[in-house]
């Protein structure tokens, strides 16, 4: 898809799901992560970080992008919003993991070189997030809302930096099924 023509749907897609339209939204969050895992993934191989920080930085900028959505300003085109916020998210998950000093000009490169949920109502995903299993509001809390790395995580729950990993990624599912599943 050409870039104008993904700016212009995912726009359109943003502005009606912030005007109510929970389908807007799925298809809005389907058509750009990948493109989020395009960026940090190239990123990461940029730095020689895993690919499991990728994940991390896609998973935590799609739960940025749903809290943060009302922040965009439909005037302005949404592509530079969405590449700044997985730029942050994968520098946040950088940091945490230990990978040092991030060089953070190599980042810019990650925002494109031609571009100038439904709507939930406050504490919404707070309330969701109160559905989900225990561990999994733990994880969530520690790692994406404290800012703890996985290894600090880890020991902070008691478990593995893998098991963490592994339980942060099926938490924000959940919280994304949920949500869907609430919205729709």
């Known amino acids: 898809m050409r870039q104008a023509s993904r700016e212009g749907e995912w726009s359109t897609s943003m502005r009606a799901a912030l005007a109510g339209d929970a389908d807007a939204y799925r298809r809005f969050l389907h058509a750009v992560t990948p493109h989020l895992r395009t960026l940090a993934r190239q990123s990461c191989a940029r730095f020689g970080a895993p690919a499991t920080d990728a994940e991390d930085a896609v998973q935590e900028a799609l739960l940025a ?3 943060k959505r009302s922040t965009w300003d439909p005037a ?5 919003w969405i590449s700044v916020i ?3 998210k994968l520098i ?9 000093t991030v060089p953070i000009d190599d980042l810019v490169d990650m925002l494109p070189a031609n571009d100038a949920f ?3 109502e406050p504490g919404e995903v707070e309330r969701l997030m109160g559905k989900l299993k225990t561990q999994q509001r733990a994880v969530i809390q520690a790692v994406t809302v404290e800012g703890c790395s996985a290894r600090e995580a880890a020991t902070l729950l008691g478990m593995s930096e893998t098991g963490v990993r592994v339980s942060l990624h099926r938490a924000l599912r959940a919280l994304a099924a949920l ?3 609430h919205a729709g």
Do not use: E, F, K
């Open 86 to 88: 997985v730029r942050n």
């Open 118 to 120: 439904a709507c939930a």
């Open 76 to 80: 302005r085109p949404i592509t530079p």
């Open 179 to 181: 949500y869907q599943t």
């Open 92 to 100: 946040d998950v950088l940091r945490r993991s230990g990978q040092g």
């Open 65 to 67: 992008i749903h809290l």
